[in-house]
């Protein structure tokens, strides 16, 4: 900081603001009373300090009050505590409830924004919104319609907005944003309606847009130098993503960023990765497509990427790269390292140092993986960091109106954004999957704006010889890449989980229980059904002393789609159809949060 | 004909009479007639065909492929509706078909306190309008449980005169 002061005063004068914006944050985010952020801390560890409720008293738990949203759509996200307030989300319409826990949750102030309905039918996969995010006394809320809107956080007027995007063009936002310095940093959605996606930064107190980089394009739209930009190491060059593409396809090519933002104040860089390319059928757009499915590091202040790693090089199977990156400092060959671990839909789990991007371990977080045989790790090697696709389950090796069958996992990946936790003692990471194959057929598609822009077939099943759910929880090593235990799910884990110095890691499943496990062992400790499926985030906080757990019931989003209906693998005919109960059997719609406290 | 069949419709609906009914009153499955590779209803609906053996015309087939890429992300796999959007092999059988036609390619909003679904118009999608009957085919033998969940088993190929069709309405 103190070579910033020698330059002009103008710059130095930002530069400071930034900072003290920056610490004022963070001094939120380390009272572990509060929830200020979706991702709990900037690290995106979803880990709380607080130890009340802890393993030896949480089968005591019990319901200390709830509230209905009043919507009936998916619920993601969870709600944030700061201080005496709690804010509740919803899916769209994205109301805002300011509930009052120091006044036995009177609605302080409601936020409903005005949004044309016309965006809920460009939105895939149900109308979810992952949550508001708070910072310098304002909480923000992204629209679906790509509207940010800064609210005053005692009162709920509205003090700036802008338009992200347009949904005309299928631009739509289902994420949280990310505070960050003087900055608000916001990604998009639209991958399957051809979006070139990209991340942009805005003024905290004005919606200013101080930085845009896209994921696809020339350098200067992308935010890359070309000497200074690095993959695996070694500078991008120019023109790394044009080089990519066939002709113009990267102007529809997708790489949205719907995902989480994670930020390390100490390197100044924040991490988030990219969607897939569009379209779904690999044979319209030769070439790696980057930077789609791309873990990025980008300067906070100026977006210029540092480095960037591409998991899926040229997807074949939609495996979308957004979900969550978790930075811990851990010891790796006897050396303290600062990390980056990523759970990516492909069925890898990635760690990296996160300050050079140096690949250091890529494994399979579910042994049904099976379209790749794994990741080159050889840095000498022409091939080093991609991985090695076996031909049978390559899509674009089959063609187009070929059916490729049996592929592990399905295109929602063996996670999706459902965010994964971390517990600094056990160092242990305890994740949400799904354990669901598909069959693929690609076939060729042409562009309308504002239109699906898909391209292939699918049908999805559980994974075959296995327990015959669709899901598990597990706890994973990111130093050896192993799975430590596994707990089979009957569906998918769509629920962010929770780790907490009480030693209890908590998450929902589909059916609507709330679990809580033993962080070491994995052995369940207690649950509770609640009214809806759970595809939110579990969240804890402490109020007048007292510790809580509090969760969003309203199954939907993209679990809701086929899950509703149940599962059948197609190649097993009409006798399997009744072998997997639909999700319709033990839940439905309903939006409600339930909140969990220990008996007076 | 068609042109007297949307009258008949128009006709039923002022009168007070229910879409879902008049559909009952006609037979809007049974293939009466086929020609160059379709098949129809005594009313020259789209329908479809299913052999003794399973083998499904290709309508059907190209139906089941091009719904699960436009269609199921909301409408849920095979029909069978989503925890948002209603099961649409259901709806193949209740309306009428020009009815039908209409909602995809123009939409329809159902937004007040309790609901929130919006279809979107498909009018200008090419993927979608080039293969409205292959989808509305599908649905109906989906609804009509004339063929079962999963990928058809059997199919017949595709006539020339439906290779240029599609190529014609996709500008290839």
Redesign the interface.
């Known amino acids: 900081m103190k070579t910033f002061m020698t330059l002009t005063s103008v710059f130095a004068m930002t530069a400071a603001g930034a900072a003290i914006a920056n610490e004022s944050i963070q001094a939120e985010i380390d009272k572990p009373e509060q929830w200020v952020l979706q991702t709990g801390d900037y690290k995106n560890q979803r880990f709380s300090k607080l130890d009340q409720i802890n393993k030896d008293n949480v089968d005591d738990l019990q319901v200390a009050w709830t509230f209905s949203t009043g919507v009936l759509r998916g619920h993601e996200g969870s709600p944030l505590v700061v201080g005496d307030t709690m804010y509740v989300h919803t899916p769209f319409p994205n109301i805002v409830y300011a509930l009052d826990l120091a006044n036995d949750g009177v609605i302080k102030w409601k936020y409903e924004p005005k949004q044309n309905a016309d965006v809920i039918g460009v939105m895939c996969c149900d109308t979810v919104n992952r949550g508001v995010a708070y910072g310098d006394g304002k909480i923000f809320l992204h629209q679906a319609d790509t509207k940010v809107v800064a609210l005053d956080a005692n009162t709920g007027e509205v003090l700036w907005s802008v338009m992200n995007g347009d949904p005309a063009k299928g631009e739509t936002n289902t994420a949280t944003v990310m505070p960050v310095g003087d900055k608000v940093i916001v990604g998009i959605s639209g991958g399957e309606f051809g979006v070139q996606g990209h991340v942009t930064a805005y003024d905290m107190n004005t919606g200013e847009m101080a930085w845009r980089a896209y994921s696809t394009g020339p350098d200067d739209q992308i935010l890359f130098d070309p000497e200074k930009t690095t993959a695996l190491g070694k500078p991008v060059g120019a023109d790394s993503s044009l080089n990519s593409w066939e002709g113009d396809q990267w102007k529809i090519g997708g790489g949205t960023t719907w995902g989480w933002y994670s930020y390390d104040a100490e390197e100044n860089l924040i991490y988030y990765g990219s969607g897939n390319p569009s379209t779904w059928n690999p044979s319209q757009r030769p070439g790696d497509n980057k930077w789609s499915m791309t873990i990025f590091a980008r300067d906070a202040d100026t977006g210029v990427a540092k480095w960037v790693y591409q998991m899926t090089p040229h997807d074949e199977w939609d495996y979308d790269g957004i979900n969550e990156m978790i930075l811990t400092e851990q010891e790796v060959d006897g050396q303290m390292r600062k990390l980056l671990t990523h759970f990516d839909r492909n069925g890898l789990a990635y760690t990296l140092d996160r300050v050079s991007g140096e690949l250091l371990v890529a494994e399979k977080y579910d042994p049904a993986v099976n379209w790749t045989t794994g990741v080159d790790m050889d840095p000498e090697s022409e091939t080093y960091g991609r991985p090695a696709v076996v031909a049978e389950m390559s899509t674009e090796q089959n063609g187009e109106d070929v059916n490729s069958t049996g592929i592990c996992p399905a295109a929602l990946g063996t996670k999706d954004q459902q965010p994964a936790a971390y517990h600094p003692d056990t160092q242990m990471f305890y994740v949400p999957t799904n354990h669901v194959c598909m069959d693929y057929e690609p076939f060729r598609v042409s562009y309308t704006a504002g239109q699906p822009y898909v391209g292939a077939t699918l049908a999805m099943y559980p994974a075959p010889d296995s327990h015959g759910g669709m899901g598990n929880f597990i706890a994973w090593d990111n130093i050896n890449g192993e799975i430590k235990w596994s707990i089979p799910e009957q569906f998918s884990v769509w629920s962010g989980a929770l780790a907490t110095a009480g030693d209890v890691v908590f998450y929902g499943t589909l059916e609507g229980y709330l679990k809580a496990v033993d962080a070491e062992t994995g052995d369940e400790l207690y649950r509770f059904k609640t009214p809806s499926g759970i595809i939110g985030n579990v969240m804890t906080y402490e109020q007048a002393g007292k510790q809580y757990v509090a969760v969003l019931s309203g199954v939907g989003g993209w679990a809701g789609i086929g899950l509703a209906a149940g599962l059948t693998n197609p190649n097993d005919g009409l006798g399997a159809v009744g072998g997997y109960s639909s999700l319709s059997d033990y839940t439905a719609l309903g939006g409600q949060l339930t909140v969990f406290a220990l008996p007076d | 004909m068609k042109f007297t069949a949307s009258v008949l419709a128009a006709c039923l609906a002022a009168a007070g009479m229910s879409g879902p009914a008049s559909a009952q009153d006609v037979d809007n499955l049974t293939a009466a007639y086929e020609e160059d590779g379709r098949y129809y209803t005594e009313d020259d609906v789209p329908t479809f065909n299913v052999g003794d053996d399973g083998t499904v015309d290709w309508l059907t087939y190209s139906g089941?492929?091009?719904y699960?890429?436009?269609c199921?992300?909301?409408h849920?796999?095979?029909g069978?509706?989503?925890?948002?959007a209603p099961?649409l092999k259901t709806s193949a059988i209740d309306m009428d078909y020009y009815d039908f036609l209409d909602v995809v390619t123009n939409?329809r909003?159902v937004?007040n306190a309790?609901?929130?679904?919006?279809?979107?118009?498909?009018g200008?999608?090419?993927?979608?309008m080039c293969y409205i009957d292959d989808i509305y085919v599908y649905l109906k033998a989906r609804g009509a449980d004339a063929v079962?969940?999963?990928?058809p088993a059997k199919k017949e190929s595709k006539s020339d005169v439906i290779r240029d069709d599609e190529n014609a309405c996709?500008?290839l």
């Open positions: 089941f492929r091009r699960h890429s436009e199921h992300v909301c849920g796999p095979e069978e509706g989503s925890s948002y099961a939409g909003q937004v309790a609901e929130h679904n919006v279809m979107p118009a498909f200008d999608n090419p993927n979608v079962p969940r999963g990928r996709l500008g």
